[in-house]
């Protein structure tokens, strides 16, 4: 069964590898980085920040990007063109394969956003001629982020065909990426069942801002160990958690 697993995951990471949605994103990425790093209009200090700011925002956008537009079609299009079918009678568990789909799309995701992350320290190096272990942590979260995000495309690929997969999927990222700003605002000003509605939807939804020390790393903040510890829990139990239910979901499914 390893032997299978480790057989599909590699499966799955060389089709996603081939996809041209990883390589355009990637080098839109790495070409706007640098831009950012080598093209000064300020002085050192702003410069820094720009390549802080820009490397964070273009490797979780890219990484994000991409983990969807590779998850969300990839269950529908082996059932579809029936390549699920000799794996599955093997027989290979769903689950098994379902997990093996995920991780081999998320392991070509990270072999680009790793390229990304290079590029951002070596820019970093370049400037200051050192390199944070705030810089790795928040590039660290955002391998996270992304693998939750990776997660939550599997579970709703499930239920629903890819471009509603992924159209869900970036519509939950962003509820995902305001709630803390502008759901918890507008539970405070309802009563009732509303607030009781709102204050659900806003504990189920994915709190994808916790995953984000860019601010702390462009003004070089310090963020608490025991906060490092609690997100990361988090991001691991929730990831896990969509996995399962997918997992739960795909296993009712005819095929």
Known sequence: MPRAFFALVKLSFLEAVRRQILHVMVLL???????????????????????????????????SLSVVFLLSGALFHDIEQRTIYP????????????????????????????????????????????????????????????ALV??????????????????????????????????????????????????TTSAALPNMEAFRFKDALVHDLTVPVSYLLLVGVYGICYSAA????SIWSFGRREV
Not at 242 to 245: G, H, K, N, S
Request: with cysteine.
């Open 29 to 63: 990425s790495l070409v706007v980085m640098t831009i950012a790093g080598t093209v000064s209009f300020f002085d050192l200090g702003v410069q820094v920040k720009i390549v802080k700011d820009t490397g964070m925002v273009m490797l979780l956008l890219a990484g």
């Open 87 to 146: 794996v599955l009678a093997r027989p290979i568990p769903r689950g098994l394969y379902l997990v093996a789909r995920y991780t081999g799309a998320l392991a070509a995701v990270y072999a680009g956003m790793t390229l990304m992350a290079t590029t951002l320290i070596a820019l970093l190096w370049v400037h200051l001629h050192y390199v944070s272990g705030l810089a790795v942590v928040a590039i660290a979260f955002t391998y996270l982020e992304v």
């Open 150 to 199: 990776g997660a939550l495309t599997v579970l709703l690929s499930t239920f629903f065909a890819p471009a509603m997969t992924a159209t869900l999927t970036l519509f939950l990222y962003l509820l995902g990426s305001l709630k803390m700003g502008y759901l918890h605002h507008l539970a405070e000003r309802n009563v009732g069942f509303a607030r009781w509605v709102i204050t």
């Open 242 to 245: 969509c996995v399962a239910l």
